[in-house]
């Protein structure tokens, strides 16, 4: 992701993707929590990929457990 573009608006655009049968789901990589949330907002995130591992754990720390995902796949 550029983060020079708000999550919002790739969101947006992938959502008239979608509406138009360009894109089937949309998902994000390396997300932190706040990003999910925000995107969550615009389209729902039907998938999440992040590094975990007994050595990495942020997506722990970044409260993505917390966070209620449900019917979200993760990619770890």
Do not use: C
């Not at 999550?7 to 390396?30: Q, T, Y």
Request: aromatic residues 10%; glycine residues 6%; without cysteine.
């Amino acid at each position: 992701m550029d983060p020079n573009v708000p999550i919002e608006d790739v969101a947006g655009a992938v959502r008239d993707l979608i509406a138009v049968g360009k894109v089937k789901h949309f998902g994000l990589s390396e997300p932190s929590a706040e990003t999910i949330r925000r995107a969550q907002a615009v389209q729902p995130v039907a998938a999440v990929q992040s590094e975990y591992s007994l050595w990495w754990r942020l997506p722990e720390a970044d409260g993505h457990r917390q966070t209620n995902f449900s019917g979200r796949l993760w990619l770890w």
